[in-house]
């Protein structure tokens, strides 16, 4: 299995843009799939961030996670976000999401970002054993949410 930067492989925004609709809709209620699709296409640009990672394995795409400047419609100005961090069902506990968290971990550093936020309804266990430091819990699109952060 290997990680690569989206702009090595830009066709597979078709395959990831679902993906990311389907696990999020609910929390993105006002955004449609091609929505999904233009904030993938932003990460092929040059800039450091934007940017999304891909999980590879012959051939078959496994997860996605990336760096945006923006993840939660809230008044904190917090950024940059980690972002559609998604992994495949059947690939999921296998090692695929720690992976795919440490590249872009690697990649922030290397691009002097100083810190990450991420937010999530459901996984805040997962992500303090990586690091993250809760800092709020809020209501977001009707969903409990934390809101994490890890200095990098």
């Known amino acids: 299995m290997r990680v690569v930067n ?3 492989m830009p066709d597979m ?4 843009a679902p993906w990311h ?9 006002n955004e449609s799939l091609d929505d999904f699709k ?5 990460c092929l640009g040059p800039d450091a961030v934007p940017a999304t990672f891909i999980a590879i394995e012959n ?6 996670i990336s760096v945006l400047p923006r993840d939660m419609e809230i008044e904190e100005n917090w950024g940059p976000w980690l ?9 999921r506990s296998l090692g695929v999401g720690k992976m795919l968290i440490e590249a872009l971990l690697a990649y922030c550093e290397s691009n ?16 303090e054993r990586l690091g993250w430091e809760t800092i709020s819990t809020e209501k977001y699109h009707g969903q409990i949410v934390d809101i994490m952060l890890r200095q990098l």
């Open 112 to 127: 002097a970002v100083p810190h990450l936020y991420l937010f999530t309804p459901k996984t805040r266990q997962y992500y």
């Open 83 to 91: 972002a559609n961090f998604y992994v495949k069902p059947e690939y």
């Open 6 to 8: 989206l702009t090595e």
């Open 21 to 29: 609709h389907e696990e999020w809709r609910d929390l993105y209620p």
């Open 59 to 64: 051939g078959e795409l496994l997860g996605s």
């Open 38 to 42: 233009t904030e993938l296409a932003k």
């Open 13 to 16: 925004v078709e395959v990831l």
